[in-house]
């Protein structure tokens, strides 16, 4: 029975991945500053960026702000502490306050840059330590290149199942998963709309595969790849996904500002 509660509805999530950028603590800090200027008025948007792991705690707010959280772009597969030379844990992570944790960007699974070539493998144990530190995962899957037969599609279900393979489903409210075709990062256009929101029910569908149908219509999926100011606002709203994870425009803070005021906007 309806006793008249209103019940909240879930909030649209951007998520800025800073990547290799930018290039000093002041230049991190100034940034920051003006992305959470930016979530102070939200009504129905959180905001979440995710700066390099030198700027982590710079970043992380001191008291609780508004609309805004912190999390990184990567964690070690391994748990804890240990002999890991170069990596971070997620438990590290989680210790300085930071709250999410990207796993499994394309960039880090392409092979031989970095040294880091990520699998389905490496991206579920990571996935695993970062939700057993306390970390919301933001899962990026996503097809190298789309075909007329629909293999890609086969390729975005194996990415997923494989990775969620050793997940308990206890863990399901914090993962977020991030559609990213690799074909649209660093592109000049995003992937067009009614493509975003059928690849956005695919990817649903599949999540709730895994984790039950329950889990799935509850699921928050959302849509990276050449998102800007411009096109936030039509991908929301004809692609129907529950928020972006955006790239280059996150650094960029005049049109990260106009990006998530676009989206707070949207009615519905
Ligand atoms: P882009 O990157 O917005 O610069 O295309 C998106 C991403 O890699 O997450």
């Given amino acids: 029975m309806n006793h008249g509660k209103i019940i909240p509805m879930s909030k649209r999530l951007i998520i800025g991945n800073w990547k290799m950028n930018p290039g000093t603590p002041e230049e991190a800090k100034k940034l920051v500053r003006k992305t959470k200027r930016a979530a102070l008025g939200l009504v129905k948007t959180e905001i979440v960026v995710c700066p390099p792991f030198p700027f982590l705690t710079a970043c992380v707010p001191r008291k609780k702000e508004a609309n805004f959280k912190v999390g990184a772009q990567s964690v070690s597969a391994e748990e804890g502490v240990g002999a890991r030379t170069g990596e971070v844990s997620a438990t590290m992570v989680r210790a300085i306050g930071a709250e999410y944790a990207i796993v499994g960007h394309s960039e880090q699974r392409k092979v031989g840059e970095s040294g880091n070539s990520d699998t389905d493998e490496t991206v579920s144990k990571r996935l695993n330590a970062a939700l057993n530190a306390g970390l919301v995962v933001i899962l990026c899957v996503g097809e190298k290149a789309r075909d007329e037969n629909g293999t890609y599609l086969e390729e975005l279900k194996n990415q997923i199942k494989n990775s969620l393979l050793n997940t308990p489903k206890k863990f ?45 219509l509850k699921a928050k999926v959302l849509y990276g790849g050449a998102v800007n100011f411009r096109n936030a606002y039509e991908i929301m709203t004809v692609g129907k996904v529950d928020g972006l994870l955006v790239g280059r425009e996150s650094v960029n803070a005049p049109g990260f500002v106009e990006l998530i005021k676009a989206v707070d906007k949207i009615t519905a």
């Fill in 172 to 216: 399901a409210s914090k993962i977020i998963i991030a559609y990213e075709p690799v074909w649209a990062i660093g592109a000049q256009e995003a992937m067009n709309s009614e493509q975003i929101y059928e690849t956005s029910i695919f990817v649903r569908k599949i999540f709730a595969d895994v984790f039950g149908a329950d889990n799935g």
